[in-house]
């Protein structure tokens, strides 16, 4: 395939994500150059790359504008859950002078398109949440969930960038959990647990995307450098009781007046270090996404369903404990 001049800059490239959008475009071929920066070094062979380890809260201006970087896929993000206010606040304060600096540095570098990877906690978890809920739904993110909080912060950042920057094309991806059988990032990890636990009377619908259905639709953003915000999830949905039984887990239901001071009584001694309290709102009151704009305007059919989606990751957990 004839390669054109676009060069595609992706931070956070060593990471989950990163490691699947990288092999994806390089397979696609439909640009001159990759550049990848993380402050891990890659660990699979990608050809054409020009790989940085470097932490981009530092400037990366100098490396994009020795490249000619024209597209730039933001995924550098601290996803750990801080223990305690000053360790919220440390991380909060990392992943928004991450996403400054890259945003001036692609200002500096004219680089002319910028992708951001967001989650669908931007939305918050509410009992009048409509489902499905649509890319024009107010943002109501749960201030003590730290990462959907950050995610909601980063774009407040960037929309207030792209208004100041007009000729820069901005594009947000809210997409809902990521899962495959590469899965290994601290999201999917909370998920694949011995114990589960719920809310009494509450079997909520869930949504999971695929790994490289996600990685597909950005380099279809990418190639048709399409700006706006957009939902992104495949098809179907999994109740929160078939994904206990898909990953056999062991699934405790308790009332809410019960469930949400034990599960912030084990968050502060340390027996669990997934979620405060709050989290449980998560698996009580659904965040259904509706991705019907990204279909109609790229066209793309996801590979995948939610149902297999999940599966996959399953059977690829279940046989790394077979292996040890």
């Given amino acids: 395939m004839e390669q054109s001049n676009r060069v595609v800059a992706v931070t956070g490239a060593a990471g989950y994500v990163g490691r699947r959008l990288l092999k994806s475009l390089e397979e696609g071929g439909d640009q001159r150059k990759l550049v990848a920066y993380d402050t891990n070094p890659l660990t699979f062979p990608v050809h054409n790359v020009a790989a940085y380890r470097q932490d981009v809260a530092e400037p990366i201006e100098a490396t994009l504008r020795r490249h000619r970087a024209t597209t730039l896929v933001h995924l550098a993000f601290n996803a750990r859950p801080g223990r305690n206010r000053r360790e ?26 910028f992708i951001y990877v967001s989650s669908h906690t931007v939305y918050g978890p509410h009992p009048d949440n409509p489902i499905p809920l649509p890319d024009t739904a107010p943002l109501r993110p749960l201030p ?77 953003i990418i190639r048709q450098e399409l700006p706006g915000v957009f939902n992104v999830v495949g098809e179907g949905v999994v109740f929160y009781k078939e994904l206990a039984r898909i990953i056999k887990s062991k699934l405790i239901n308790l009332p809410a007046v019960l469930a949400y001071p034990f599960v912030q009584l084990t ?18 009151y659904p965040i259904v996404l509706d991705s019907g704009r990204l279909r109609q305007v790229t066209g793309y059919k996801f590979w995948h369903t939610s149902l297999e989606t999940l599966t996959s990751f399953a059977n690829s957990c279940l046989l790394v404990k077979e292996d040890n």
């Fill in 144 to 220: 003590d969930f730290p990462y959907g909080y950050d995610k909601f912060l980063s774009e407040q950042m960037i929309q207030e960038f792209g208004e100041q920057h007009p000729d820069i094309k901005i594009t947000v991806l809210r997409a809902c959990v990521v899962l495959g059988p590469n899965a290994d990032d601290p999201i999917s990890q909370a998920f694949f647990r011995p114990v589960l636990m719920g809310v009494l009377d509450y079997n909520p619908p869930l949504q999971f995307l695929y790994e490289d259905d996600l990685a597909r639709v950005i380099g279809i």
């Fill in 88 to 113: 919220i606040a440390a991380i909060r304060d990392s992943n928004l002078g991450m996403l400054k600096s890259v945003l001036d540095s692609c200002l500096r570098a004219r680089v002319g398109h």
């Fill in 267 to 284: 968050w502060d001694l340390g027996i669990q270090r997934d979620s405060v309290a709050s989290g449980l709102d998560l698996v009580r």
